[in-house]
């Protein structure tokens, strides 16, 4: 307990992953994590801020919410940070048009936003829609732009689903910086600026905050960019080699039930 106390020190918010930290998704929807229901509720009951910040880019916001709630969570709609509004946001404040390479349960995020004669691609998790053609569509408007513009909504490698892991956004993001000799601006983790509207949103500075997920890099090494602590769960697509990439003082890897005691 004494270490728990040293980490939270001077800790008013928590920002919390979602994928392979509350749940797991797959058929029908996926199953809730042991123990991560609880966790959640005690956090909510604690002095503590709590928002869920996530690079879920196979569904709308709403969706996500409505599987949490059905699974067991207490979490609303106006408590997630996802990439997809933020995307949005970026995307009519630019005016751009984006060519969309993006999974069906994310398409009415765009709904309000202009994307005819698409002058900028956003890729997202596009699960079975990753085909050649659909790629090769994404890399021909980015080379026939005169200044390509490539969003990705986050930058992932892989996740895990209760089928096993799965490959995420990032191998193709990848794929398309290569072949177009571009720089992907990324959506979502571990952006700072993605990080930073969590924040706002919740009200707290980052020396204030923890960031808890089972990302060594978009979630772990992201935070501590930022400046805040971080915490890995052993979850997910935890695997104990990613422990020898960390870095900084605040990384613990701990089960859900030792979170839910703090």
């Keep these: 307990m004494a270490a728990w106390s040293e980490l939270l020190a001077g800790v008013r918010g928590v920002l919390l992953d979602i994928s392979g930290v509350l749940?797991?998704?797959?058929?029908?929807?996926?199953?809730?994590?042991?123990?991560?229901?609880?966790?959640?509720?005690?956090?909510?009951?604690?002095?503590?801020?709590?928002?869920?910040?996530?690079?879920?880019?196979?569904k709308s916001r709403a969706d996500?919410?409505?599987?949490?709630?059905r699974l067991g969570f207490d979490v609303s709609e106006s408590e997630v940070t996802?990439?997809?509004?933020a995307a949005c946001l970026i995307l009519k404040q630019r005016g751009l048009r984006p060519h969309l390479l993006v999974h069906d349960g994310v398409r009415s995020e765009f709904d309000q936003i202009d994307t005819?004669?698409?002058?900028?691609?956003v890729i997202a998790d596009a699960g079975e829609d990753f085909s050649y053609q659909n790629m090769n569509k994404a890399f021909q408007?980015?080379?026939?732009?005169?200044n390509p513009v490539l969003f990705s909504l986050g930058k992932g490698r892989y996740y895990k689903e209760t089928s096993g892991l799965m490959l995420d956004v990032g191998p193709y993001m990848k794929a398309l910086e290569y072949a177009c000799g571009i720089e992907a601006e990324v959506v979502g983790k571990p952006s700072p600026e993605f990080f930073k509207s969590?924040?706002?949103?919740?009200?707290?500075?980052?020396?204030?905050?923890?960031m808890i997920g089972d990302d060594?890099?978009?979630?772990?090494?992201?935070?501590?960019?930022?400046g805040m602590r971080a915490l890995q769960v052993r979850t997910g697509k935890f695997r104990w080699k990613s422990r020898?990439?960390?870095?900084?003082?605040?990384?613990?890897?701990v089960p859900w039930r030792g979170l839910g005691a703090c």
Excluded at 64 to 69: C, E, P, R, S
Excluded at 198 to 210: D, F, N, R, S, T
Excluded at 216 to 226: E, L
Aim: proline fraction near 3%; hydrophobic fraction near 40%; aromatic fraction near 6%.
């Design 23 to 58: 749940y797991d998704g797959g058929e029908g929807g996926g199953a809730a994590i042991t123990g991560s229901v609880e966790a959640v509720a005690r956090l909510k009951r604690s002095r503590l801020k709590v928002r869920f910040c996530t690079n879920e880019s196979q």
């Design 64 to 69: 996500l919410v409505g599987l949490l709630q």
């Design 82 to 85: 996802a990439p997809a509004p």
């Design 116 to 121: 005819s004669n698409p002058n900028c691609v």
């Design 141 to 146: 408007v980015l080379m026939e732009l005169e």
């Design 198 to 210: 969590a924040l706002q949103e919740m009200g707290v500075e980052a020396h204030e905050a923890i």
């Design 216 to 226: 060594i890099v978009g979630d772990v090494g992201g935070a501590q960019r930022y």
């Design 244 to 253: 020898l990439w960390a870095s900084g003082d605040f990384l613990v890897t």
